[in-house]
């Protein structure tokens, strides 16, 4: 991103990279000014000093905000010190921890012109997808000084694996780290942290991290310094009381609408919605994987949508799968992704105008986290969530969480869509069968609504 072309006050300080203390080095303010990045975003203004000068983190911070660079170039720049004489093959000196494997490839990617400005240093990506035997044999053969990756493959790798030399790693960064703390990871978490030294740096970032914070004593900070970076919510409608406006969770471009009608409505309007902002590129989130295969057929053998890119995306696919959905839709200028949470935190999908939440999501968290792939550093973004009638309490719900929506209105004369849809079924089993799977699955999740109160 060229910080030229951006605004700086919507999403920049007016601090330089050239003006932190401690300074940065020549070859990373090089590389920064050649990816254009010239001044800080203010998450990165206040936590890049702060790790460069030893210093644990926890960063709290809108999503778009910025946070990888945040992290990647103290990263690089405490390797650089501690990387006076060059690391042993298997001596591990970082490690980046992110829940997804499209997160921790993004990030991978992102770090790979600061950590060529440091001679001898490799790192690796570690994610699900690729037999775990083949990472073993590259880092026998190559060697690894910072891991990138997910919390299961670092796991596996680190059990598996005896050469690796994790005695003198000097930062831990745990990415999403909400999410990395719950249920699911929790073994794999503890297990990685077991296995390293006490004395490192260690930094949590999120969108979201009131459930982290009573865990950072199991990441083993050390009086971290807490970094909350708030977007001022500049103009909505006067019925918004003051204290909203004070500071919101979601980016400060971004404008969030509801819409409330009823299930037989729903895909009518769904339709409606995508037909009006066809030149742009949407993301519509389901509930389940089953949700995002039945919506993948029924919606290209619509009238009203012949021409549209549809692309699925959702965790069950195979990697090389999901690689190639989320490729495509980032070179796209305009089109629709379908699909599952498995998209909703942290990517940085380039020019994502408008995003659809077809199903609110289980886990209210994951909520600023969907909405946060519009908007972000700055840009102007809009995001709308379907509501049944009886869901209502959930619009006063996200406003108490500093999350206010405003009303969209339902449509009623919209084309119908549901006779389409069900002679689509009618005539082809695939599709027949696809949408019993998808309406068992999300009546199953639906139950495990993390609200049960709203949505029950």
């Known amino acids: 991103m060229d910080s030229n072309t951006q605004n700086p006050g919507s999403a920049l300080t007016d601090t330089r990279f050239s003006d932190l203390k401690p300074p940065l080095s020549e070859p990373v303010l090089e590389a920064l000014s050649q990816a254009g990045f010239k001044f800080c975003t203010p998450v990165q203004a206040a936590t890049i000093p702060l790790l460069c000068s030893f210093k644990d983190v926890a960063v709290d911070a809108a ?205 009518s309007q769904l339709v409606d919605l995508l037909v009006k902002t066809k030149s742009k590129k949407v993301i519509v989130y389901f509930m389940t994987c089953a949700c995002v295969d039945y919506w993948g057929v029924v919606l290209p053998c619509l009238n009203a949508l012949k021409g549209f890119s549809l692309i699925a995306l959702h965790g069950k696919m195979k990697q090389t799968a999901r690689e190639k959905a989320l490729a495509s839709f980032t070179s796209l200028s305009s089109g629709i992704l379908l699909c599952t949470d498995v998209a909703a935190r942290g990517l940085d999908i380039p020019g994502v105008d408008c995003i659809v939440q077809y199903d609110p999501p289980q886990d209210p968290n994951v909520f600023v986290h969907r909405v946060g792939r519009t908007a972000r550093l700055g840009r102007q973004g809009s995001a709308i969530v379907f509501l049944f009638p009886k869901e209502e309490a959930y619009i006063e719900f996200l406003r108490i969480r500093r999350v206010p929506l405003q009303e969209r209105k339902c449509i009623d004369d919209v084309a119908d869509v549901v006779p389409q849809i069900r002679s689509a079924a009618l005539k082809d089993r695939d599709v027949m069968e696809k949408g019993l799977r998808a309406f068992v699955s999300f009546i199953r999740a639906y139950k495990e609504h993390h609200c049960s109160y709203i949505f029950s």
Do not use: W
């Open 63 to 267: 999503t778009g905000s910025g946070k990888t660079l945040a992290f990647l170039i103290p990263i690089v720049e405490i390797l650089r010190r501690s990387s006076s004489s060059p690391p042993k093959r298997h001596q591990v000196m970082g490690i980046i921890i992110s829940p997804t494997r499209e997160l921790s490839s993004q990030i991978y990617n992102v770090a790979q012109p600061f950590i060529s400005t440091l001679p001898n240093v490799k790192s690796m990506l570690l994610v699900g997808g690729v037999e775990v035997k083949a990472d073993v044999k590259k880092i026998e053969e190559e060697g690894a000084n910072l891991l990138i990756g997910t919390p299961g493959r670092l796991y596996d790798i680190m059990d598996r694996m005896d050469v690796l030399d994790f005695r003198n790693l000097e930062i831990l960064i745990l990415d999403e780290a909400d999410r990395l703390l719950d249920m699911g990871f929790q073994k794999q978490i503890n297990y990685i942290i077991s296995r390293l030294p006490k004395l490192r740096r260690t930094g949590l970032f999120s969108a979201t991290q009131t459930e982290a914070v009573e865990e950072l004593s199991k990441a083993g900070l050390r009086n971290p310094v807490r970094v909350e970076v708030r977007a001022e919510t500049k103009s909505l409608s006067n019925s918004v009381s003051s204290e909203q406006l004070a500071s919101s969770k979601t980016p400060s471009g971004l404008h969030l609408e509801y819409l409330e009608c009823e299930a037989d409505k729903k895909a």
